[in-house]
C-alpha cells in the first residue's frame, strides 16, 4: 500500500480523504467498513479538538474573573460564572460522549445501534457523531422518559 505523509507533521494520510458525498454514494453494504470509520475517526477527533479548546478558554476566563465590590456587580457577575459553570458541564458531558464514541469505534461497534444491533445511519451519524441508538430505539427511550415524567 502506498502511503502519502502530510508534510507539517510527517503523519501518514488517506491518499484521498473521503467526503460527506463519498460517504452518503456508498452502498448500503459497505456500511462501517474502513474508509468509513475513518471519516467518523476523524470528524470525532476535529469535534474533540474544538470542544476541548473552547472548554480550556472558558476555565481559563473563569479564573481571570475579577472580583467586583458593587453588591450588584458581585451579584451579575456570580449570575454569569453560575451560567459559565452550566456551560462548561455540558461541554464536558459532550466531550464524554465523544470519547465513548471513540472507543466504539477502536472496538468495531461504532454506527450499530446498543440496543437492537441494527445500523444507526449514516445521516443520523452525520447529524449526532456521538448518536448510540437508532431513531426508533430513540424514539422508545423518549416514550418511556416521557411516561416516567407523566407519573
Not at 473521503?18 to 456500511?31: H, I, K, R, V
Not at 475513518?38 to 472580583?67: M, S
Not at 459532550?94 to 464514541?101: Q, R, W
Amino acid at each position: 500500500m502506498l502511503l502519502y505523509y502530510n508534510i507539517k507533521n510527517r503523519l501518514p494520510r488517506e491518499p484521498f480523504p473521503m467526503t460527506e458525498q463519498d460517504l452518503l454514494a456508498q452502498s448500503p453494504a459497505d456500511y462501517m467498513n474502513e474508509p468509513q470509520q475513518g471519516f467518523f475517526r476523524k470528524l470525532l477527533l476535529a469535534q474533540r479538538n474544538e470542544l476541548q479548546a473552547r472548554i480550556d478558554a472558558e476555565f481559563l476566563a473563569l479564573r481571570e474573573q475579577e472580583t467586583n465590590s458593587d453588591p450588584a456587580d458581585v451579584g451579575s457577575a456570580e449570575e454569569q460564572r453560575q451560567w459559565q459553570l452550566r456551560l462548561l458541564e455540558r461541554e464536558k458531558k459532550l466531550l464524554d460522549k465523544i470519547d465513548d464514541a471513540l472507543e466504539l469505534l477502536a472496538r468495531g461497534e461504532y454506527g450499530w445501534c446498543r440496543e437492537t444491533g441494527e445500523p444507526i445511519g449514516l445521516q443520523r451519524l452525520l447529524l449526532r457523531p456521538t448518536a448510540t441508538l437508532c431513531i426508533e430505539a430513540k424514539e422508545r427511550e423518549e416514550l418511556r422518559e416521557r411516561h416516567k415524567r407523566a407519573i
